[in-house]
């Protein structure tokens, strides 16, 4: 499959797909697609020679063939051997990008949590859906982003009426089957919170397998005023498996927002998370880690956005860089004209405990607003060498003493996380991490 | 226990040890004085196995092993301790579990099984009140924000966990007020034993007032030059280093 183009192979998919769409191309959502699929067209794939895609180059991706949405053997037993352990609450399987009801458990009562696959949420409730997604979205400037509104239909559509405390998490579980073959899929997740709701939602993804998959996600969050989110987003996949994900979230007034994404494995990853802050006593909370080893490439795109007066951003982002893997970490913060009284912190920290090791940072910060507390700040360095001498002076062997450094650096990230289940499951794939490979 | 032959040591181009000669008998306390630039936290930092110095010549034997052919993490399972002049602040690993790992590591590099955590707890227990130390401080991550006293304290804890045959205080009294000097003092002499020995590196005298040496060795330019009892620390407490100078035919 050397010379397929992939383009070309989703442009003709796109026909396809369209003539089998039925009644779903009377509803508004498919002007979105239509128009979503002419942006792809005229963007194209991006290459090094894009700003945005400077340091992480996806010719390799667009050079392959990948089956879409494969049915997959996926089953329940295979379930039970991807357990996250003692993990309880509102488990969602997608198996290869397609919501499979029969796998998932929803624990929550309808009244607190409604849950749609987006194809049933387009047709059901069109107005909805047509009114919330994208509301943030960087379709017009990113490919990938118009390429997974296109084909928007196996996500899910998740809805927290206002005034609902959502107790148990929703946690949405994306599988790529590539036993068999090179597969893909394109997720589109829409989660809509109303007004004074709270939820934590978690996006774990996982894959199956040696072959190649990409999977090419967009999660949208609308966050309506004094509503309170905790999203995550782990991902642990194999060194043959590309991911490239935009995470979009809108806040109102008064809401908090808060995002841990933590990256233990994948070969290609590509993350974006951008969050526009529309409202005045809002907070958006950022917290990133990833841990990199092989040649694998992790790549994390921030951008928040503050557009009204007195809301808060804070962001952490950290990266433990083993042997030839390489990192990149942007972090835009904008802060309008209107936006006084923004306080906006940005902080990302390096450590590269091999010389073959290679982290790229770029924090970028427009203010046109006067009256604002901005700070940012990047390191990348190494293990602190006193630190290392004074554990060896106790008896910590070299190795050791460097694991306990890493894992001392990680930390403050990992507790910030607060379904136990999923972060006694990070830590134990940190702790490998660090100490095994 | 140690015996120092010919030392010579530099860090870079620069030499600093020039020469020296040293044994240690268990039961016994040396101090080792000098000036400042003598070499004196160089000797401490060559003895626990410091990287940044590269030995040039002479010996240590530590029981008859060839220490300067042992890892930093080797010796102090053989047991040597360095106390730090400057014990390093490290975030995120909290004194408790530094601690047990360093114990574990030295119990598996004697072929030992490691110490299950109600044991651990138990001598944890002991030697915080053994030397006086607050479980609060053994929470916090190890050495972040503690004050001078804390830090030199939290040292002669750890030393009283790992029971060196082979203590090595390195300026231990700088930046301590008298209050938290003879804290740490009482400490170091809680621990003493017949077999185990303590070197105490310092620049003042007033330290040896509470812990008392049996030998008192002068070390300039990077060997020593005098050795004697703790009267020698009294005089050089009086008469500075300079009639010690002259004593070796250099003007003053």
Known sequence: ?437 | MLKITNLHAKIGEKEILKGLNLEVKAGEVHAIMGPNGAGKSTLASVLAGREDYEVTDGTVEFFGKDLLELAPEERAAEGVFLAFQYPVEIPGVSTTNFLKTAVNEIRKYRGEEPMDAVNFLKMFKQKMAYVNIDQSLLNRALNEGFSGGEKKRNEIFQMAVLEPKLAILDETDSGLDIDALRIVAEGVNKLKTPENATIVVTHYQRLLDYIVPDFVHVLYKGRIVKSGTKELALELEERGYDWIKEELGETV
């Not at chain 1, 049915?71 to 357990?83: A, G, H, T, Y």
């Not at chain 1, 458990?105 to 607190?112: D, Q």
């Not at chain 1, 790549?299 to 804070?314: E, F, G, I």
């Not at chain 1, 990266?319 to 902080?347: H, P, W, Y």
Request: charged residues 20%; aromatic residues 8%.
């Open chain 1, 1 to 437: 499959m050397n010379n397929t183009n992939l383009k070309e192979q989703l442009l003709a998919d796109f026909q396809q797909f369209e003539g089998k769409l039925n009644g779903q191309a009377q509803t508004p959502f498919h002007q979105v697609r239509q128009q979503a699929i002419q942006t792809f067209n005229e963007l194209g794939f991006p290459t090094i020679k894009h700003e945005e895609w400077k340091y992480s180059n996806v010719k390799n991706l667009v050079n392959q063939g990948f089956e879409f949405n494969a049915v997959s053997s996926f089953s329940q037993e295979d379930v039970n051997q991807l357990d996250i352990p003692n993990l309880e609450g509102n488990i969602l399987y997608f198996i290869n990008g397609v919501y499979n009801a029969e796998l998932s458990v929803v624990v929550s009562p309808e009244s607190e949590l409604q849950i749609l696959s987006l194809a049933d949420a387009i047709k059901q409730q069109p107005e909805l859906v047509a009114q919330n997604i994208n509301k943030n979205s960087d379709i017009e400037v990113n490919a990938f982003t118009a390429l997974n509104t296109a084909f928007a239909q196996h996500g899910i559509f998740i809805h927290v009426p206002a005034g609902k405390v959502v107790e148990q998490p929703v946690i949405l579980r994306f599988i790529s089957d590539a036993r068999q073959a090179n597969v893909a899929s394109q997720p589109r997740n829409l989660i809509v919170i109303g007004k004074r709701a709270e939820v934590q939602v978690a996006e774990a993804f996982r894959s199956l397998g040696d072959n190649q998959c990409f999977t090419n996600a967009v999660t949208e969050f609308v966050v309506a005023e004094e509503a309170n989110v905790h999203y995550y987003k782990i991902q642990n996949e194999s060194d043959n498996a590309y991911h490239i994900g935009t995470t979009s979230v809108y806040q109102e007034g008064k809401s908090v927002f808060t995002a841990n994404t933590v990256t233990a494995n994948g070969g290609f990853v590509r993350n974006n998370l951008n969050i526009k802050i529309d409202g005045e006593y809002a907070e958006a909370n950022m917290f990133g880690l990833y841990i990199p080893n092989g040649k694998q490439h992790i790549d994390n795109h921030t951008a928040v956005d503050h557009a009204k007066p007195n809301s808060n951003s804070n962001e952490l982002y950290k990266g433990i860089l083993k042997d030839k893997s390489t990192g990149v970490f942007n972090g835009k913060i904008f802060v309008r004209e209107d936006a006084q009284k923004t306080n906006a912190f940005q902080s990302c920290k390096n450590v590269l405990v091999s010389a073959d090791a290679t982290m790229n940072t770029k924090p970028q910060l427009e203010i046109w607003a006067d009256d604002v507390k901005c700070s940012h700040g990047t390191t990348t360095g190494q293990l602190n060498t006193d630190a290392l001498f004074y554990m060896q002076a106790r008896g910590i062997s070299k190795e050791a003493a460097r694991s306990l450094l890493m894992l001392a650096f990680a930390q403050d990230v990992i507790d910030k996380m607060e379904i136990p289940a999923i972060k006694a499951y990070l830590e134990e794939l940190i702790v490998g991490k660090i100490y095994n490979s």
